[in-house]
């Protein structure tokens, strides 16, 4: 099973960036799907999760409003669409998958993902003010 998150770069502050989470090996359309990001010298933190068909989602406080996570499951990719993007959003994003989803999405979000089970590399976004 693999995750791959892409689709980082610089952007100045108040630009747009859009992610890409794509899966190989497993199909996500079974899974719970979140994004993560981890900022130097700082502990992983929550952004958003999506239900298998999308239909339920949750956010951060930090990015309500500015962020919004999709998927399209005939490509098998989950996508995060980020928009008035601050210096503060720079990180390191993951997605992960949890495939036998246990908890609700917004418990993923505010346990910074515990309990997913897969999780892909990351993708650095870098916010310049």
């Known amino acids: 099973f693999q995750l791959q998150a892409s689709g980082g770069g610089l952007v100045q502050a108040g630009g747009s960036l859009r992610l890409s989470c794509a899966a190989s090996?497993?199909?996500?359309?079974?899974?719970?799907i979140g994004w993560f990001r981890q900022a130097p010298g700082k502990e992983r933190e929550g952004v958003t999760c999506?239900?298998?068909?999308?239909?339920?989602?949750s956010y951060a406080d930090s990015v309500k409003g500015r962020f919004t996570i999709s998927r399209d499951n005939a490509k098998n990719t989950v996508y995060l669409q980020m928009n008035s993007l601050k210096p503060e959003d720079t990180a390191v994003y993951y997605c992960a998958a949890d495939d036998y989803p246990y908890y609700s999405c917004g418990y993923y979000v505010a346990a910074n993902g515990h309990g997913m089970d897969y999780w892909g590399r990351g993708t650095q976004v870098t916010v310049s003010s």
């Open positions: 999506i239900s298998r068909r999308g239909g339920l989602t």
């Open positions: 090996g497993f199909n996500l359309e079974t899974s719970f």
